[in-house]
Structures are given as structure tokens and as C-alpha cells.
């Protein structure tokens, strides 16, 4: 079945500059690729996801890329606020899977 | 938030005690989704559901079982609780039915067992 490796298990990074979180996933049949952010005691929440038809997504500050012939897809936040400390999560799945696979998180700490 | 609750929102059980919690939907979403969240291993899930009585299992599933009577309701029982089972349980839901796994997850439940 699908295995997905998050890194860094930590992060910190200065108010301002950009953060990066990566994670590889085994299933070369996976096509959808979420991520969420989970604020200190709330739940997880989808900020962002892309599928294996494009390479890249934005939306606003936040990117996702993905390179399917590595297998592995990439988080990036832009300009970096407080606002963005958080546990990030990627996760992937194939067309068809009744279930998500997440990666062990990565926990964001934005230093002002 | 999706419409989703979970109840009890917090509790304390003791060690083989039978724990049920309950997660509902208002939107008639088909699938949902039993997780567990436990430092360093991410979300976990438990097992699923995709319509009334149909139900499987997810990676961690031993120990706990699970019912869908109705559309808008599963549960997830814990016949008889262990510490090893303490940790913050998530109920999420799949809209529509799309070819991707896009989900939305409920506000949470922390179960203590002593």
C-alpha cells in the first residue's frame, strides 16, 4: 500500500522568510495530493492540494509542487507571518482509494 | 466546518470500560472516516465507512469497532478501553462523489483512559 515520508519533522524559520516541506509518497498511481494545517488543539484543515495532472498550484503565499517522476511533493509558504506556525500534513491517494495517507507532520514555528 | 460534530468533545474512561463516540454529518456526505492523532505518527486511520452498513477497515483498527445505521451517523467503539488507546480521535467526511479524496475533518475528540 501507498507509505508517505514528511521532512522536517520540525521547522523554524524567521517572520518573513519562506518555508519548505517535503514529502515522498511510493505509489506511482497516486494523483491527488492535499495538504492540511492543524492550529494547536483544533482540527486539521485543507489549505491546499493538487493533482498529478499539473506541476504546480498557488494560492496566494502558499505553493504545492509535485514531481511525479520522483515521487515526491513539495510545500512551499512565501513571506512567512506567526499566523502560519502550525502542524502541516501532507497526504496522498489514487484515483479510486477510498482513503487518504498521511505523512507524520511537519511543525512549523515562524520567529518574529 | 462542513457540518460535522463529534460528541463527547472530552472524555475520561477507565481501563476496560466501553467507550463509544459519536461523529454526524447534517449534508448526507457517503463516506466517513475514523482517525487518531498521536504525536509522531500523524493521522492514523482507523476505519471507514461508505454508506449505511457498509464499513472497512483502516491501518489501525484492532481494538475498535464501528457502526453506520443511518447516513448522517458513525460510531466508533471501543469495547473495552486500554491506555494504549488514549489519544485525540477525528472523525472526517469525503464530499460528493469525485475522484478525488478530498476531505474535512470534525472538531475532535480527546479520550483519556486511565
Known amino acids: 500500500g501507498e507509505n508517505v515520508e514528511q521532512h522536517p519533522s520540525t521547522l523554524s524559520v524567521q517572520e518573513g522568510d519562506s518555508a519548505v516541506i517535503k514529502c515522498t509518497y511510493s505509489?506511482?498511481?497516486?494523483?491527488?495530493f492535499p495538504w492540511y494545517k492543524q492550529e494547536l488543539g483544533k482540527r486539521p484543515q485543507l489549505i491546499i492540494d493538487?493533482?498529478?495532472?499539473?506541476g504546480e498550484k498557488k494560492d496566494q503565499r502558499i505553493a504545492v509542487t509535485l514531481n511525479k517522476t520522483a515521487k515526491h511533493f513539495s510545500l512551499h509558504i512565501t513571506e512567512t507571518q506567526p499566523e502560519d506556525s502550525a502542524v502541516y500534513f501532507c497526504a496522498a491517494s489514487s484515483q479510486g482509494a477510498q482513503k487518504l495517507v498521511f505523512g507524520q507532520g511537519t511543525r512549523l514555528t515562524i520567529n518574529p | 466546518d462542513a457540518g460535522i460534530t463529534q460528541s463527547p468533545r472530552h472524555k475520561v474512561t477507565e481501563t476496560g470500560t466501553p467507550v463509544t463516540l459519536r461523529c454526524h454529518q447534517t449534508e448526507n456526505h457517503r463516506y466517513m472516516y475514523w482517525y487518531r492523532q498521536d504525536p509522531g505518527h500523524g493521522l492514523r486511520l482507523i476505519h471507514y465507512s461508505y454508506g449505511v452498513k457498509d464499513t472497512d477497515k483502516g491501518e489501525v483498527s484492532d481494538g475498535y469497532s464501528v457502526s453506520r445505521s443511518k447516513t448522517e451517523d458513525f460510531l466508533l467503539t471501543l469495547e473495552s478501553a486500554t491506555s494504549s488507546q488514549t489519544s485525540v480521535y477525528f472523525c472526517a467526511i469525503r464530499p460528493g462523489q469525485g475522484l478525488v479524496n478530498e476531505q474535512f475533518f470534525g472538531p475532535g475528540t480527546r479520550l483519556t483512559v486511565l
Open positions: 505509489d506511482s498511481a497516486s494523483n491527488y
Open positions: 493538487i493533482r498529478s495532472n499539473v
